[in-house]
Every structure is written in structure tokens, then in C-alpha cells.
């Protein structure tokens, strides 16, 4: 059997700022998460949204399991991005290289799984619940946006491989 692997250009700020955002988000939905929090629970909706008893059922019986697995996701992208360091101070030059990003094909779905769940957690820390919310001018939805283009990158890619 062949393993297939991508290759995802990225300065190495952008790396390290996506290694940060990766580590956030594993810390929280990691041991200590809050599930009252709003972006933990947008991470796990219910299906039964006019049902509230099916819907804690739901949610009792299934949490856990969804957020151990945006666990994993997320230390499988943070150990592709292991090369990334915030360690000193970089030049300008040194800050803008790009630096590939290797993904096996086998944790394409785990980026692209956390890839889109960052942006849900970003999304309900900003109050975006539809394109409506989405202030294109204000610099706080920027990482909204780049997160969304990373995740449009990483597909790309996978479609030209498969």
C-alpha cells in the first residue's frame, strides 16, 4: 500500500501562529473542557435541538466521544507541524520563508476536521452565526478568514492527489 502526502507551503509565522491556534484548541476540548462553553457546545450540536430531553440523551452519550476525537485531530495537525516554534526572535526574511507542511492521506480529514472546527470556535467567539455576521473590514474576523483559506488550500490538495 502507497502513502499518499501533501504538501502545504506556509511562512513560518503562519505555522507557528497555526501550531498556536492548534494548541489552544487542544487544550480546549483536552481533559479540562468546559462544556458549557459556547464553543464546545457548538462543536457539539444536538440533533434534537426542540427535544431538550432527547437532546441531553444525545449529548450525555455521544460528548465525549466527539470531543476525544477533535482531541486526536488536533494533536495529529499539531505533530505535522511539529517544526514550527515560537523559540526567539526571527528576521523578516527568516518570519516569510515558506516551509512545507507534509500531510499524510491518511490525516487529511483530521486537518480538515480541525481546521473547520477552529473556525467554529472562532466563529462563536465573534458571534458569526451566519455570512450576515461577518464584517470583512474588521481585522478581528481576519483569522476567521485565513483559517478558511488554509482549509480551501489543504482540499485543494487532496483533490489533485485523489
Do not use: C, K
Not at 135 to 151: K, P
Amino acid at each position: 500500500m502507497t502513502t499518499t502526502t501533501l504538501v502545504i507551503p506556509l511562512a513560518y509565522l503562519e505555522g507557528v501562529h497555526l501550531a498556536q491556534l492548534v494548541e489552544d484548541f487542544a487544550e480546549l476540548v483536552g481533559a479540562d473542557r468546559d462544556v458549557q462553553d459556547p464553543a464546545i457546545v457548538r462543536l457539539t450540536p444536538s440533533p434534537y435541538p426542540e427535544d431538550r430531553e432527547a437532546s441531553d440523551s444525545f449529548a450525555a452519550s455521544t460528548r465525549e466521544d466527539l470531543l476525544d476525537r477533535r482531541l486526536l485531530d488536533a494533536q495529529t495537525v499539531r505533530n505535522a507541524l511539529g517544526a514550527f516554534r515560537a523559540d526567539g526572535d526571527l528576521s523578516e526574511e527568516e518570519a516569510l520563508a515558506a516551509h512545507d507542511v507534509v500531510i499524510r492521506d491518511t490525516d487529511v480529514d483530521a486537518w480538515m476536521r480541525t481546521l473547520t472546527a477552529l473556525r467554529l470556535v472562532i466563529a462563536t467567539r465573534l458571534g458569526i452565526v451566519s455570512d450576515d455576521d461577518h464584517d470583512a473590514e474588521d481585522d478581528r474576523y481576519g483569522i476567521y478568514d485565513w483559517l478558511g483559506y488554509r482549509l480551501e488550500t489543504v482540499i485543494q490538495a487532496a483533490d489533485e492527489v485523489s
